[in-house]
């Protein structure tokens, strides 16, 4: 079994390794014309870098930071349109454009907070903001905005390092975490935080995790348990083991986009796998890397399904935006794989728009949106999509629709609508002054 010890002992001298010899940087992360699709893994390999490959295993794609050290933790935001991933070794947060050619768009610098904090986790709120765990340093959970500015830090609980890996719970303020011990943890974020009763205690160093539906722990969760993955229900009962023969040092872990499936990864072999949740059957794997030893220390999924993204559900209606006499009518998914998903919007002199395909969605409930908690569980729904303008294919709409109750006066829309070419040929925002917009329950 692998120790928190020896588990830093490795990264520690892997940093010191990577800083003695010259490092080769993919140019893909800036070139790239292999698009991202729902489903796709990303493995973090070191040397600054990520490698991407298709659901099936299949090697797609490399993107690297060009700074070299671990790369850890990632993560799509709600829109999918920005990936986040963590440099452990230099405190970052780099984010990646989905659009191609995948730019490196923005750099956080979380060591400005907390030098020496080694980013790790990172996980999103269905609000935009996101959360940043640090094994080292002070130890704390970071929180910033959607642009990336820093709003809070958490001072939490540890065992043998800190904040080392997280998941957010569906109420949006509870975080389930592990300190390289054995202990799951929980720590409330609202207002200036609190320490939460311990979830569960199963001995051993735990890593990564992961809450199942329905995201708030009664639903159990899945952690990587060093010599195997343990899939815990809420009463902190280990009801599943998850393995393959030669892998005994589980240390990543994230959900699959279709709700059945996680994918893990394993450290010292290099070596990642997609199972089956209820039966524990290996779908896909062994992939190896090919980067050797301790360099495989973070797995993400584009489209993964977290709880603190999107509540479940879908929303229907539609209406006239105010006096701008646009109208919609739709009926969305706040997950992309269920279906139908429909959306039509008119406008001026027989504009108009027709969805082809939900590429992003995350339903949400605003506190300051009454009824207060809503029916449905949620009450604003974000969402992106692909389709036509006036016949014409290529256009990208983003919208945000809210649900304020009966009969319909205080839903708002907001609708952003472009071309083909780039050119914003709509954008309005507004209180429904005809229709109704409806949230409804899974």
Known sequence: MMTHKKVKALFLLGILAIGAIALSVSTHAYASSVSWTTGDVFVGVSNGTYKVYDNTGAFKDTISDGQGGFTTGCAFNGTLDKLYTTNFSNTKVEVYDNAIPHTLSQTIDTGAI??????????????????????????????????????????????GRGSDWMDLASDQKTIFYTSEGG??????????????????????????LRLLPPGNGTGGLLVAHSTDIERLDSAENIVKTYDAAGEDSWFSLNLDPNGTSFWAGDFTTGDFFRFNIATGAVEVGPINTGTGASTVFGVCVKGELTAAQSLPGRMTGGGTVGDTGTKHGFELHCNITQSPNNLEVNWGKGNKFHLDTLSAASCSDDPSITPTPPTAGFNTYTGKGTGTYNGVAGATAEWTFTDAGEPGTKDTATIKITDVNGNIVLNVSGKLSQGNQQAHNP
Do not use: C, M, W
């Open 183 to 208: 202990l799951i943890k929980r720590f409330d974020v609202s207002g200036a935080g609190t320490q939460l009763a311990d979830f569960a205690s199963i001995g051993g160093v735990s890593y990564a």
């Open 114 to 159: 907390n030098p020496g904090g080694h980013s790790e986790s990172i996980v999103f709120a269905a609000n935009g903001d996101f959360y940043v765990g640090h094994p080292d340093g002070n130890k704390a959970i970071q929180r910033y905005n959607s642009a990336g500015v820093y709003q809070q830090s958490y001072t939490v609980a540890t065992e």
